[in-house]
């Protein structure tokens, strides 16, 4: 008998310490509930700017690298940028490395920054270009990247453009919404201008990569 106590006291017991487990598991995700459920807008990233562009172009994977990759000529073409200087520059294989000083300048602001730039071909014929900003007292961070893949049709690229980028100092937040108008919407389109200063007119008009693409005859251009 006194066995058998003992076996049901320990089994009591066993069941009050499940027991116990079981609501403070409860009362954990009760918590974890609650705490999502008063999220507001200043618990939620609302100042990084994102932007994304694919579309179909008129000129090789090759000639697009090239026109990215030239760091150095950005201030010529890129709008609002009134220095670009590489100081920096390497290669290894199908890598190269480089770090540039970009100023950007517009409405009342100078923004200075280097940005590491490296590019790369895949075995694929994919070339990849990304761009990382290091001055973290004007950027938490800003990253674009470049993926450019042959087109549906000869001498053509479906290309991939992204940015995200943050200012570090909130007060600059205020004129993110500008940056971007001023500055990022309006760097396919100058890429567009550039290309055809240097490879002259495009194997087709420029089109979201969900169109039909339409090829037309064009004039070449050689550095």
């Known amino acids: 008998e006194s066995m058998l106590e003992t076996n049901k006291k320990e089994a009591v ?3 009050q310490s499940t027991g116990k487990a079981e609501r403070k598991a409860g009362e954990r995700r009760k918590r974890r509930l609650e705490d999502n459920a008063h999220l507001n807008e200043s618990d939620i990233d609302t100042e990084t700017v994102k932007y994304r562009d694919n579309r179909v172009v008129g000129w090789s994977p090759e000639e697009i690298y ?6 150095g000529n950005y201030r010529l073409f890129i709008p609002y940028c009134i220095d670009s200087t590489v100081h920096k520059t390497s290669e290894r294989g ?3 490395y480089m770090e540039a000083e970009l100023k950007v300048g517009f409405q009342l602001y100078k923004l200075g920054y280097t940005s590491k730039v490296s590019g790369s071909t895949n075995l694929d014929g994919t070339k990849i270009v990304s761009a990382v900003c290091e001055n973290k007292d004007l950027f938490d961070h800003l990253v674009m990247d470049w993926s450019i893949k042959p087109g549906p ?3 053509t690229s479906a290309m991939h453009f992204e940015v995200s980028f943050r200012f ?11 940056f971007k108008s001023s500055v990022i919407d309006q760097m396919i389109p100058a890429f567009e201008t550039r290309l055809r200063d240097v490879y002259g007119e495009p ?10 693409v339409q090829a037309h005859p064009r004039r070449r251009k050689r550095r």
Request: hydrophobic share 40%; glycine share 0%; charged share 15%.
């Open 94 to 96: 199908t890598h190269t």
């Open 203 to 212: 194997t087709l008009l420029s089109s979201l990569a969900s169109h039909k």
């Open 168 to 178: 570090a100092n909130k007060l600059y937040n205020t004129v993110a919404t500008m």
């Open 13 to 15: 017991v066993s069941t």
């Open 153 to 155: 049709i000869e001498h």
């Open 66 to 71: 090239d026109v990215v990759m030239e760091v």
